[in-house]
Nanobody
């Protein structure tokens, strides 16, 4: 079981990026899926997550700017990031709380994807 993240890059302040995270392998169900980030010299923080029933949870500083969504059939989560600010610069990590076909529960992390907001 693994997560593959994509979509990071360099964007100017006020711009937008869309991150994707796809789960692969023997994934039976994904309870919660979402994104964390870690800026240089700071601790990793939750950015946005969404439960299997579609209930989102956002970091206060991204509310109204970021939107998380899921396609359960594709085992994929998306993070639409609008009105980006320099303080959003960080490595973004995908995370999923999931079960395989043996119903073993895993907390899985994807590789980080760098988001840089700079003029």
């Amino acid at each position: 079981v693994q997560l593959q993240a994509s979509g990071g890059g360099l964007v100017q302040p006020g711009g937008s990026l869309r991150l994707s995270c796809e789960a692969s392998g023997s994934v039976y169900s994904i309870n919660r899926m979402g994104w964390y980030r870690q800026a240089p010299g700071k601790e990793r923080e939750l950015v946005a997550t969404m439960t299997i029933s579609g209930i989102p949870n956002y970091l206060d500083s991204v509310k109204g700017r970021f939107t998380i969504s899921r396609d359960n059939a594709k085992k994929t989560a998306y993070l639409q990031m609008d009105s980006l600010k320099p303080e959003d610069t960080a490595v973004y990590y995908c995370n999923a709380d999931l079960r395989d076909y043996g119903l073993t529960r895993y907390d899985v992390w994807g590789q980080g994807t760098l988001v840089t907001v700079s003029s």
